[in-house]
């Protein structure tokens, strides 16, 4: 028991690195994913200028949950925020120099957050009031934005004279966001929306941030656990993959605690999980059951489980690659979208709940789940139930890699009968197909 104590954290931290250290924060998956904020300066003002500040998800599945984006930056002189609508800055600073008009923020490094949905029709922009929460571009393209609009004061007055933020930091809700200097790009173009007026910006700047899951988590956050029905073997998430149990950092479903009313209540930010205690101490597990094998396709059970007792996953996502999903013919029960993240590839994609149907992965409990079925067709030069082939190459939940069991746990075709059972009816198959091409 101690050995295994000793070498599971061991081993599971050095594939972890292993899988991740080349990562950075280039995901092949998705090579362009970025967050882009883009600031408009819509007009000068005696003292400075109004802008509008877009901030655009490109990710293809990874989405800023609840609670929301917090976005900070330092002033590179003595700027001030007169006015914000849309979004607030979390503390206002010393304005102790005014006296008449009080501005709405006087930090120099200040931190904006949204607004909640449902305030007033007055203090909203179009984009804006969303608790900070924003979709990812696979998911909803068109709720991947969140605007609002700032006025600035103490700063230049015309395009030769302002001075950009600088050192922008983008949290949502993790920290594993890295933006780059603001650059000046060109400058917006926007349409009336009877599409016959274009106005422009007076000047453009771009800031992106990009994900890197190591700077967000030092370790996994969900795994990946295995069966099928030629072996009766279920392979469990690896030991430690997210962490080890141990008295403090987890509960048992029977724990007094849980009966506690409002103990699902995140208390702060941070979101620190409380877990149910379990040999992996993941969040979330991934399952991925081979089912069922028909003559030209065959059929795969996915399930989603929640451990953590402290959040509700919204809009979540789950990124799959396998080389047969350029066939997947039929997906019950979630929304599936391919990803291509290069044109000649073709083995990964999306799924993510329906709508009003599943589309939250409840708090840990009776209804901490959620599940789906695939029909795939056999792509017939490759397709084997051996050596692992029909389980997934990597598995993404909301954005961030699952730990895999090693590949010699998992569940293996027999040698014996069902192997030759399922390999004759593939070779009785192309026979057939052979004696009928000869025949005729
Ligand atoms: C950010 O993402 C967009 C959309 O994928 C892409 O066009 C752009 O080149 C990316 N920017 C950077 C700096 O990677
Ligand atoms: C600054 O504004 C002037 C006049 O509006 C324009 O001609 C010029 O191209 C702008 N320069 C930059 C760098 O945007
Ligand atoms: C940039 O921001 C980070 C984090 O907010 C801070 O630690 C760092 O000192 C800042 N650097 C400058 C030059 O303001
Ligand atoms: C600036 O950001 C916008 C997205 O808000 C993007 O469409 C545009 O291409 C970006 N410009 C540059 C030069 O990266
Ligand atoms: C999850 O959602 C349910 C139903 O909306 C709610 O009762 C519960 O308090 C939520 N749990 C958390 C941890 O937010
Ligand atoms: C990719 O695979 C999906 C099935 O998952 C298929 O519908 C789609 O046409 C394929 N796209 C390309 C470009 O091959
Ligand atoms: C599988 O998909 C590829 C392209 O995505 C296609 O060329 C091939 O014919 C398909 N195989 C079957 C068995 O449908
Ligand atoms: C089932 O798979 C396991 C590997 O996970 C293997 O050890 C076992 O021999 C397999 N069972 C049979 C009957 O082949």
């Known amino acids: 028991m101690e050995l295994d104590r000793f070498i599971y954290p061991f081993a599971s931290a050095v594939v972890f690195a292993m899988i991740f250290s080349q990562a950075g924060a280039f995901d092949p998956l998705d090579p362009n994913g970025n967050i882009t904020i883009k600031w408009d300066v819509m007009s000068w003002t005696p ?38 609508v849309g979004a607030q800055a979390t503390e206002q600073g010393d304005c102790s120099k005014f006296k008449i008009n009080i501005p709405h923020c006087c930090k120099r490094n200040p931190t904006v957050v949204d607004l909640l949905p449902g305030v007033p029709y007055n203090q909203q922009i179009a984009n804006c009031c969303k608790g900070g929460v924003v979709s990812s571009w696979g998911q909803d393209p068109s709720t991947a934005v969140s605007s609002f609009q700032l006025s600035v004061g103490q700063s230049g007055t015309t395009n030769k004279t302002v001075r950009l933020p600088k050192n922008f930091t983008l949290l949502g809700p993790g920290r594993g966001y890295t933006c780059s200097q603001a650059t000046i790009v060109q400058p917006s173009v926007f349409l009336s929306s009877d599409g016959r007026r274009q106005t422009q910006a007076m000047m453009t700047w771009n800031v992106t941030c990009t994900y890197s899951q190591m700077l967000a988590s030092p370790s996994p956050t969900c795994c990946v656990s295995m069966s099928s029905f030629y072996n009766s073997t279920i392979t469990p998430c690896p030991t430690c993959a997210c962490g080890c149990q141990n008295k403090k950092n987890c509960v048992s479903s029977d724990s007094n605690i849980l009966s506690v009313v409002g103990v699902n209540t995140p208390p702060t930010q941070d979101n620190t999980p409380l877990l149910l ?46 080389p047969n999903l350029n066939n997947l013919t039929q997906v019950f029960s979630f929304d599936y979208k391919p990803l291509i993240p290069y044109p000649s590839t073709n083995d990964s994609g999306m799924f993510y709940g329906i709508k009003f149907y599943n589309d939250v992965l409840m708090e840990a409990g009776p209804d901490g789940n959620v599940q789906s079925e695939l029909i795939l067709e056999k792509d017939t030069n490759t397709f084997t139930f051996n050596q692992g082939w029909a389980f997934p190459r990597k598995v993404y ?43 005729w």
């Open 47 to 84: 003292d400075g200028y109004v802008a509008v500040v877009t901030i655009t998800n490109f990710q293809m599945y990874r989405h800023i949950m609840s609670p929301g984006w917090t976005l900070g930056w330092t002033w590179a002189k003595k700027e001030i925020i007169w006015s914000m």
């Open 397 to 439: 939940f909301n954005g961030d890699e699952c730990m895999m069991p090693l590949p010699d746990e998992y569940p293996y075709l027999p040698n014996s009968a069902i192997a030759n059972w399922i390999s004759m009816s593939t070779i009785l198959g192309a026979l057939l197909i052979l004696e009928l091409i000869a025949f």
């Open 277 to 322: 205690c379990t040999q992996h101490m993941c969040p979330v597990r991934v399952h991925w059951h081979v089912k069922l094998n028909y003559k030209d396709y065959w059929r795969v059970k996915i399930s989603i489980i929640n451990f953590n007792y402290l959040v509700n996953y919204t809009q979540w996502t789950l990124v799959v690659q396998h």
